[in-house]
């Protein structure tokens, strides 16, 4: 449903309690669902994003019993995966992605599917690489893309090229089945790496669940047939949902905390705070979490974002408030996102009077006077982080109104009854 938003009448200061990283959490529950054992996974958002890898692992094979908030106990079978069912991923790339090797580890084929917009999204790579690898992928519609029939077939492991300039999600979904895989696993980049921090938290998790063999490169990226083992995880905080709050204090100057969200962060885009600092705010990160006091005034920055690309959206939000252009590089390929993530962002902009100009790998934001823009009906575009971006915006530009505000569902369905507690001033 559309949403009218409202401004903030003073500075937001306040402390704010974010869902848990679905980053982690995704990472977290194949593990365990690929572990030998009974695993407690804690602190798990209530996202879309979540229950649909809850629901298409369990429909795999795995127990998932929910306990309390976003804890839950994960009996896995040791990376025996049931197959011969459907998966319905809807809209998380990231989900249909990691599913679709998991499943090809079924003896039997099982079908991944999604939504009519992630069924447009690219997944050739993907798909080439398993079957290269020796698993049966047989299209049930465009080549390359969802939906897709998908089993073992003679999957072994071994090596394996695939370009690392089109998602991380494509080497961490290969990299999550590799210690099940007999013969390990060598991924060849054939391009630089993008989102690398992802690979790194990728990494991290898997060697907290016992894949300790894993060895990370510019050029290669080699995992060990070790297997998981049955452990308690403990979700951290999402760094991509902890940016909109944080980007709130430097867009009304005020002071906003993240309990939690400390520097031994696995996450790359806790890195948020210090591109706020470099705009002109002051960031203090330390064992309590982190935290981003607005600055008198904002200066636009030039950064390639390759690394941290689902703050795109909330870094450009920012910038729209800056005394000087921000141009943000090396992130053509978030065009492929749940929205073309470049163009859809540039149309908002320059509907509420932002200059804005979309390049070949990147998007240069130049801001005018804030009292200049005007309110206008923003398009998310089935798209949660420009959802929550817009409302960034809205903070100090009357008249603003979302087409549908149902898609922050996504990844934090209450955003809205915090947003409208900052905004309170509660």
Not at 158 to 173: H, I, K, N, R, Y
Not at 331 to 353: P, Q
Not at 382 to 409: F, K, N, Q, Y
């Given at each position: 449903?559309t949403?009218?938003?409202?401004?903030?009448?003073?500075?937001?200061?306040?402390?704010?309690?974010?869902?848990?990283?679905?980053?982690?959490a995704n990472?977290?529950?194949?593990c365990?669902?690929?572990?030998?054992?009974?695993?407690?996974?804690?602190?798990?958002?209530?996202?879309?994003d979540?229950?649909?890898?809850?629901?298409?692992?369990?429909?795999?094979?795995?127990?998932?019993?929910?306990?309390s908030?976003?804890?839950?106990?994960?009996s896995?079978?040791?990376g025996?995966?049931?197959?011969g069912?459907?998966v319905?991923a809807?809209?998380?790339?990231?989900?249909?992605?990691?599913?679709?090797?998991?499943?090809?580890?079924?003896?039997?084929?099982?079908?991944?599917?999604?939504a009519?917009?992630?069924?447009?999204?690219?997944?050739?790579?993907?798909?080439?690489?398993?079957?290269?690898?020796?698993?049966?992928?047989?299209?049930?519609?465009?080549?390359?893309?969802?939906?897709?029939?998908v089993?073992?077939?003679?999957?072994?492991?071994?090596?394996?090229?695939?370009?690392?300039?089109?998602?991380?999600q494509f080497v961490?979904a290969?990299?999550?089945?590799?210690?099940?895989?007999?013969?390990?696993?060598?991924?060849?980049l054939?391009?630089?790496?993008?989102s690398?921090?992802?690979?790194?938290?990728?990494?991290?998790?898997?060697?907290?669940?016992?894949?300790?063999?894993?060895a990370?490169?510019?050029?290669?990226?080699?995992?060990?047939?070790?297997?998981?083992?049955a452990?308690?995880?403990?979700?951290?905080?999402?760094?991509?949902?902890?940016?909109?709050?944080?980007?709130?204090?430097?867009?009304?100057?005020?002071?906003?905390?993240?309990?939690?969200?400390?520097?031994?962060?696995?996450?790359?885009?806790?890195?948020?705070?210090?591109?706020?600092?470099?705009?002109?705010?002051?960031?203090?990160?330390?064992d309590?979490?982190?935290?981003?006091?607005?600055?008198?005034?904002?200066?636009?920055?030039?950064?390639?974002?390759?690394?941290?690309s689902?703050?795109?959206?909330?870094?450009?939000?920012?910038?729209?408030?800056?005394?000087?252009?921000?141009?943000?590089?090396?992130?053509?390929?978030?065009?492929?996102?749940?929205s073309?993530?470049?163009?859809?962002?540039?149309?908002?902009?320059?509907?509420?009077?932002?200059?804005?100009?979309?390049?070949?790998?990147?998007?240069?934001?130049?801001?005018?006077?804030?009292?200049?823009?005007?309110?206008?009906v923003?398009?998310?575009?089935?798209?949660?982080?420009?959802?929550?971006?817009?409302?960034?915006l809205?903070?100090?530009?009357?008249?603003?109104?979302?087409?549908?505000?149902?898609?922050?569902s996504?990844?934090?369905?209450?955003w809205?009854?915090?947003?409208?507690?900052l905004v309170?001033?509660?």
């Amino acid at each position: 449903m559309t949403r009218p938003l409202d401004v903030a009448s003073a500075p937001i200061r306040a402390t704010v309690s974010v869902p848990g990283s679905k980053s982690i959490a995704n990472r977290a529950l194949v593990c365990a669902a690929l572990a030998d054992g009974v695993s407690q996974v804690r602190g798990c958002p209530d996202g879309d994003d979540t229950r649909a890898m809850i629901d298409g692992l369990t429909r795999l094979g795995a127990t998932i019993v929910h306990q309390s908030d976003g804890d839950f106990t994960v009996s896995g079978h040791g990376g025996r995966i049931r197959g011969g069912v459907e998966v319905d991923a809807m809209l998380a790339g990231t989900t249909s992605r990691f599913l679709t090797a998991v499943a090809a580890l079924g003896t039997d084929s099982s079908v991944v599917t999604g939504a009519e917009r992630l069924r447009a999204r690219p997944m050739a790579a993907l798909h080439e690489s398993l079957s290269r690898l020796g698993a049966r992928i047989e299209a049930l519609g465009e080549m390359g893309c969802l939906p897709v029939r998908v089993s073992r077939g003679n999957l072994r492991g071994g090596v394996v090229e695939l370009p690392g300039d089109v998602s991380s999600q494509f080497v961490t979904a290969l990299m999550l089945i590799a210690p099940l895989l007999t013969e390990g696993l060598s991924i060849r980049l054939t391009s630089p790496l993008v989102s690398r921090p992802y690979v790194a938290m990728t990494a991290a998790v898997m060697s907290t669940f016992g894949a300790s063999g894993i060895a990370i490169s510019d050029q290669t990226i080699d995992v060990a047939p070790d297997g998981y083992r049955a452990i308690d995880y403990r979700i951290e905080p999402d760094a991509s949902s902890a940016s909109y709050p944080l980007a709130a204090a430097a867009i009304t100057t005020g002071d906003v905390m993240v309990p939690g969200l400390t520097a031994r962060s696995l996450q790359g885009d806790a890195a948020f705070a210090s591109l706020l600092e470099s705009m002109g705010c002051v960031a203090t990160i330390d064992d309590a979490g982190t935290r981003v006091r607005g600055g008198a005034s904002l200066r636009g920055i030039d950064v390639d974002m390759a690394d941290v690309s689902d703050l795109v959206p909330t870094l450009a939000a920012v910038a729209a408030f800056a005394d000087t252009p921000t141009h943000i590089r090396g992130v053509g390929f978030i065009r492929n996102k749940e929205s073309d993530r470049l163009g859809d962002l540039a149309r908002g902009l320059r509907s509420i009077g932002c200059q804005t100009e979309v390049t070949n790998d990147g998007i240069v934001i130049s801001p005018s006077v804030p009292e200049s823009y005007h309110g206008a009906v923003l398009a998310t575009h089935h798209d949660h982080r420009l959802a929550m971006a817009w409302s960034l915006l809205a903070l100090r530009i009357p008249g603003i109104t979302l087409d549908d505000d149902s898609v922050v569902s996504k990844s934090w369905p209450d955003w809205w009854t915090v947003r409208a507690s900052l905004v309170a001033g509660r």
